[in-house]
């Protein structure tokens, strides 16, 4: 049973381009979340979704980043117009359920802004 | 702030030690997990400890939870230099989806 994966590991962009980060939860797995750690500080929640919903995105920036998790594929987190602030390793979890189940995580992506 | 918080940010210890590290948190949680992360990497989950729960074990790991205290402890016997890597706690505060809360982690080094 494969893991959560992520890709691509690493991405560059330079100031204004948009990034696509991409994440499959385990199999069997329908809750996904996405976290962002900046260098030397702990995770960051960003936003919580099921199959084809958004269940929570308190954590998300209100303007430029989006992110879906569409019925079939992988789930995406967009970033328009990126900053060099968004330079991070962004991680995506995934769980079986939603209550007391632990959240697997992928390797991430570092995304750099140049 | 919910925030989990780590202590001690960094320890440095010699192989065969124990390695001792907190995280203390402000509002009540439904469960608290602890995780690894080496450098450069993803995390690895280690521990879920509920709030009904005191302690558990895992091999070389012991984890303690105090609700009175709204405070965790992880304990790492007989450490080894493969077990040199940051250690996160992240708090579920039972909100929709139980997101995780994470602390700024104690970077362990272990010494050969």
């Known amino acids: 049973n494969a893991g959560v994966m992520q890709n691509p590991r690493h991405l560059v962009r330079r100031r204004g381009q948009e990034a696509r980060l991409r994440c499959s939860p385990m199999k069997g797995h329908s809750h996904v979340y996405w976290y962002r750690q900046l260098p030397e500080e702990g995770l960051k929640f960003m936003v919580y979704?099921?199959?084809?919903?958004?269940?929570?995105e308190s954590g998300m920036p209100k303007e430029r980043f989006s992110a879906e998790f569409p019925k079939e594929g992988p789930s995406i987190l967009r970033i328009q117009q990126v900053v060099r602030g968004d330079s991070a390793a962004y991680f995506c979890?995934?769980?079986?359920?939603?209550?007391?189940?632990?959240?697997?995580f992928g390797p991430g992506t570092r995304l750099t802004v140049t | 702030s919910q925030q989990g918080e780590e202590d001690p940010q960094a320890l440095s210890i010699q192989e065969g030690e124990n390695a001792t590290m907190n995280c203390s948190y402000k509002?009540?949680?439904?469960?608290l997990q602890w995780y690894r992360q080496n450098s450069g990497r993803g995390l690895v989950h280690l521990i879920l400890i509920r709030s009904n729960e005191r302690e558990k074990h895992s091999g070389r790991l012991r984890v303690t939870l105090d609700t009175s205290k709204k405070s965790s402890s992880l304990l790492i016997t007989a450490s080894r230099a493969a077990d040199t890597a940051s250690y996160f706690c992240?708090?579920?505060?039972?909100?929709?989806?139980?997101?995780?809360?994470f602390g700024g982690g104690t970077r362990v080094l272990v010494k050969p």
């Open positions: 992240a708090t579920d505060h039972g909100a929709a989806g139980n997101k995780l809360t």
């Open positions: 979704l099921q199959k084809e919903n958004i269940i929570d």
């Open positions: 509002t009540s949680i439904n469960n």
């Open positions: 979890a995934s769980s079986a359920g939603t209550l007391e189940y632990e959240q697997y």
